[in-house]
């Protein structure tokens, strides 16, 4: 191919990415925890935001916040209803605690800001519900947090079922395990039932469901039977420095279910933050036509933990074919915030839109109340 030819693609594709700087988009964090710097980092590395006001619950935290982050010429409060309430913003990263994310990104919403919301969505599906209402009034772009659906290996699944390589999929396994790894390195809001809401359920069984569901179309939940447990958060001998954790351990460290979803898929589902084993097993897509086996991960955070294997038939044989996993140098934090302003610029749709996460939070939901009622349920999703 002549040089000439060459440099004309590159062209096109040096104007694709080329990010129109023309209108500079107002930006209000809120919650300056962990997860904001990650936000805050994507967010400097676009010429077209502008990063002007944060908010935080904790005294000094947005402060301090700043200085780290060597934010400057950003106004300070202390709490997203004062943000939103003298600030006129284009958009706000939601990244509090998962039981102030429905309030936070509906009250936004309703100020007619567009909302990047952190994962998971929520805590409950009432919740998820109002944010969807909340979203429909407002016409606004509303994103969820879910990253991994940026890595290169996620799309290939998806892929591999869109195209039909399986078949029709009947059965799912998928979940993740730690065996030891609740989250409590800054303190206790995961662990707390008033912050966190829900344990390891919420926190990375969400990225399990979603690694599946975004595969196979987000089909709908029908019928649940859950279990939750708490065995290892509620024991001082998990904290060696900090025993006095166990007392405000008010969520699940474990969680199992079985699903049924519209199309007569049924989901095998199991997730931990502690337990005693190495693994709870890879994630594994049957269909009529082969299966795939996606390797977890030793410490379950939504990414794929070696090369997918696709089980098959060629010719009457049977045969696997090794998928090796794709290697980028992508931020996927980057490419969330990005997509997100992408779609506020562009109108475009939600890159990670709360019509499928609703899904996904209603699932929980179910795990939650059919644990609690000692028996399977069914998924009752009001009409939005
Ligand atoms: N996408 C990811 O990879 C990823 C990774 C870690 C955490 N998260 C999610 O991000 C969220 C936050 O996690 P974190 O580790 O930063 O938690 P964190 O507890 O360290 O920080 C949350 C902060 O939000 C503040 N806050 C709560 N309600 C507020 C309100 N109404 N107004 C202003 N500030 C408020 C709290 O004071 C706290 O400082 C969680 O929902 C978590 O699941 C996502």
């Known amino acids: 191919m002549s040089e000439d030819i060459l440099n004309k693609f590159k062209k096109i594709h040096e104007e694709k990415k080329s990010t129109d700087t023309g209108k500079v988009l107002k930006i209000g964090i809120i919650g300056t ?71 936070c990104a509906i009250y936004a919403l309703e100020k007619g800001v567009h909302v990047l919301l952190e994962k998971p969505m929520c805590v409950t599906l009432d919740e ?49 395990g730690r065996r030891r790894g609740i989250p409590t390195p800054f303190g206790t809001t995961f662990i707390q039932k008033d912050t ?42 998990y904290y060696p420095k900090h025993p006095e954790y166990a007392k405000v351990f008010g969520v699940d460290d474990f969680a199992a279910a079985f699903i049924r979803l519209e199309g007569g898929i049924v989901l095998d589902f199991r997730i931990s933050w502690a337990m005693n084993m190495d693994t709870s097993g890879d994630t594994l897509i049957l269909g009529t036509k082969a299966g795939l086996r996606i390797p977890s991960t030793e410490c379950w955070n939504g990414t794929v933990g070696g090369p997918m294997t696709l089980y098959h038939e060629i010719s009457g044989k049977q045969v696997e074919t090794v998928i090796p996993v794709i290697k980028t140098d992508f931020n996927l934090f980057d490419m969330k915030i990005r997509t997100f302003l992408d779609a506020i610029k562009e109108g475009t749709p939600s890159p990670i839109p709360s019509s499928q996460i609703l899904y996904n939070q209603a699932i ?9 009622l000692g028996r399977e349920i069914e998924i009752k999703i009001p009409k939005i």
């Not at 990253?147 to 979940?175: A, C, H, S, W």
């Open 33 to 103: 925890g962990w997860i904001a710097e990650p936000h805050v980092n994507a967010y400097l590395k676009c010429p077209d935001a502008k990063i002007v006001a944060c908010a935080d619950l904790i005294d000094g935290k947005a402060a301090a916040f700043c200085k780290k982050m060597g934010l400057e010429d950003v106004r300070l409060y202390r709490s997203h209803k004062e943000l939103l309430d003298n600030e006129e913003l284009d958009a706000v990263s939601v990244c509090t605690y998962n039981c102030t994310h429905a309030e």
């Open 128 to 176: 998820a519900v109002a944010i969807v209402r909340a979203e429909k009034a407002s016409g606004k772009v509303l994103s969820i947090g879910f990253q991994p659906r940026f890595d290169e290996n996620m799309k290939m699944i998806k892929k591999i079922v869109q195209n039909g390589e399986l078949g029709d999929v009947y059965y799912i396994q998928t979940g993740g």
């Open 196 to 237: 966190g809401g829900i344990g390891a359920l919420g926190d990375i069984g969400c990225y399990s469901l979603d690694m599946v569901l975004n595969a196979v179309g987000y089909p709908k939940p029908l019928t649940v039977s859950g279990y939750k447990s708490d065995f290892f958060g509620k024991r001082p001998s």
């Open 364 to 372: 929980i939901d179910g795990i939650n109340k059919s644990a609690e």
